[in-house]
């Protein structure tokens, strides 16, 4: 609008005003100054120029001059109350739907929020999960490693045994039906110091096994092997006899170590057995552990992902709302401005047209 169209509306009416009075003053100082006997030449000179007409003729004119800016006027108030009114639904509506939009986020944001929060918490507790079901594989492995050296020192040494007590059960056997001086002092002093040794070495295993009457004897031979059978005619008879006590102490020491041997191996591989049912189901668990932790880090990064995104999102949308509530506010005011203008062109258009 233009504040300055009554004042220029006022400004036509008084340069009319100054037109018209020109056009009659000739007019009027005439018959001010003519005499009587020439009023009917004033007259015919007033018909002849009629200056009167032409006053009528120029406020006709300025009528449609009127006429043509206030219709030029309305074509441009039409123009921007259509731009008011378009613009004020399309901010209204754009208002509307960030408020939604907002809301939605704000939703979204707490829920991603929330599930990021239990994913973080599952996957710790997966992994302690996992670091436990590792760690008790481990600790599993240590003691089976141990139980294997221990079987391993404990199949070595009774295969030793057993191996030297053969030997010795050999060398009786080959003179068990002669007589001992026909032994030589060697073998028969390896038998000693063999039976001896083992002895010592599996007391534990031992305890029980031995009478005292078998112990009584083995003391006897070990202390003094070549001694232990006389070798003169008389105790010849003696010797199988002695003979026998010893050869068949020493295969029951052999079949006490042999049985031994039989449970310590039939218990390694039950152990071996438990402990790769163990290990598979520690590394079954541990793998699905591990797979869902996986799973659950990939839904992590995706809700966090989703999460970030939302919380840029409804920043962009507060700042764009701010910024069409203030454009909404002063498109208001502006239009409101422009009504209150042409409302007052109208009225002063209006009283010119009548004042016409």
Same mark, same amino acid.
């Given at each position: 609008?233009?504040?300055?169209?009554?004042?220029?509306?006022?400004?036509?009416?008084?340069?009319?005003?100054?037109?018209?009075?020109?056009?009659?003053?000739?007019?009027?100082?005439?018959?001010?100054?003519?005499?009587?006997?020439?009023?009917?030449?004033?007259?015919?000179?007033?018909?002849?120029?009629?200056?009167?007409?032409?006053?009528?003729?120029?406020?006709?004119?300025?009528?449609?001059?009127?006429?043509?800016?206030?219709?030029?006027?309305?074509?441009?108030?039409?123009?921007?109350?259509?731009?008011?009114?378009?613009?004020?639904?399309?901010?209204?509506?754009?208002?509307?739907?960030?408020?939604?939009?907002?809301?939605?986020?704000?939703?979204?944001?707490?829920?991603?929020?929330?599930?990021? *929060?239990?994913? +973080?918490? /599952?996957? @710790?507790? $997966?992994?302690?999960? =996992?670091? #436990?079901?590792? &760690?008790?594989?481990?600790?599993?492995?240590?003691?089976?490693?141990?139980?294997? *050296?221990?079987? +391993?020192? /404990?199949? @070595?040494? $009774?295969?030793?045994? =057993?191996? #030297?007590?053969? &030997?010795?059960?050999?060398?009786?056997?080959?003179?068990?039906?002669?007589?001992?001086?026909?032994?030589?002092?060697?073998?028969?002093?390896?038998?000693?110091?063999?039976?001896?040794?083992?002895?010592?070495?599996?007391?534990?295993?031992?305890?029980?096994?031995?009478?005292?009457?078998?112990?009584?004897?083995?003391?006897?031979?070990?202390?003094?092997?070549?001694?232990?059978?006389?070798?003169?005619?008389?105790?010849?008879?003696?010797?199988?006899?002695?003979?026998?006590?010893?050869?068949?102490?020493?295969?029951?020491?052999?079949?006490?170590?042999?049985?031994?041997?039989?449970?310590?191996?039939?218990?390694?591989?039950?152990?071996?057995?438990?402990?790769?049912?163990?290990?598979?189901?520690?590394?079954?668990?541990?793998?699905?552990?591990?797979?869902?932790?996986?799973?659950?880090?990939?839904?992590?990064?995706?809700?966090?992902?989703?999460?970030?995104?939302?919380?840029?999102?409804?920043?962009?949308?507060?700042?764009?709302?701010?910024?069409?509530?203030?454009?909404?506010?002063?498109?208001?005011?502006?239009?409101?401005?422009?009504?209150?203008?042409?409302?007052?062109?109208?009225?002063?258009?209006?009283?010119?047209?009548?004042?016409?």
């Amino acid at each position: 609008g233009c504040p300055c169209l009554a004042m220029a509306g006022t400004n036509r009416c008084l340069s009319v005003a100054v037109s018209i009075a020109l056009l009659l003053s000739p007019v009027l100082s005439f018959r001010a100054h003519a005499p009587a006997t020439s009023l009917v030449t004033v007259d015919e000179a007033e018909a002849k120029n009629r200056p009167v007409s032409k006053v009528i003729t120029l406020l006709k004119d300025m009528l449609k001059q009127l006429e043509k800016e206030a219709e030029e006027d309305e074509e441009i108030y039409d123009k921007m109350a259509c731009w008011c009114e378009t613009n004020d639904k399309e901010k209204t509506k754009a208002i509307e739907d960030a408020e939604t939009t907002i809301a939605q986020l704000t939703t979204s944001i707490e829920e991603l929020t929330a599930g990021s *929060a239990r994913l +973080n918490t /599952e996957i @710790k507790n $997966l992994e302690k999960e =996992v670091a #436990a079901n590792q &760690a008790s594989l481990d600790q599993a492995t240590q003691i089976r490693q141990k139980q294997l *050296a221990e079987f +391993n020192g /404990e199949e @070595k040494d $009774l295969l030793e045994s =057993v191996s #030297a007590l053969k &030997a010795a059960i050999t060398v009786l056997s080959k003179h068990h039906s002669s007589s001992l001086v026909q032994m030589p002092r060697a073998h028969l002093l390896g038998v000693a110091t063999t039976l001896s040794h083992e002895l010592q070495k599996h007391a534990g295993l031992l305890q029980g096994v031995l009478s005292s009457k078998d112990r009584r004897v083995v003391n006897a031979f070990v202390q003094a092997p070549e001694d232990y059978f006389d070798a003169t005619p008389t105790f010849k008879q003696s010797y199988a006899p002695q003979s026998g006590e010893i050869f068949g102490i020493l295969k029951q020491m052999k079949e006490t170590f042999e049985g031994d041997l039989s449970a310590a191996q039939k218990e390694e591989l039950a152990n071996q057995e438990a402990y790769e049912q163990l290990k598979a189901a520690k590394e079954e668990e541990i793998a699905a552990g591990q797979a869902q932790i996986d799973t659950k880090t990939q839904e992590l990064s995706s809700t966090d992902e989703k999460l970030a995104q939302s919380k840029q999102d409804i920043a962009d949308t507060r700042a764009a709302l701010s910024a069409d509530e203030q454009f909404l506010m002063m498109l208001k005011e502006k239009c409101q401005m422009t009504d209150k203008e042409w409302e007052e062109r109208q009225k002063t258009r209006q009283d010119e047209m009548k004042a016409v």
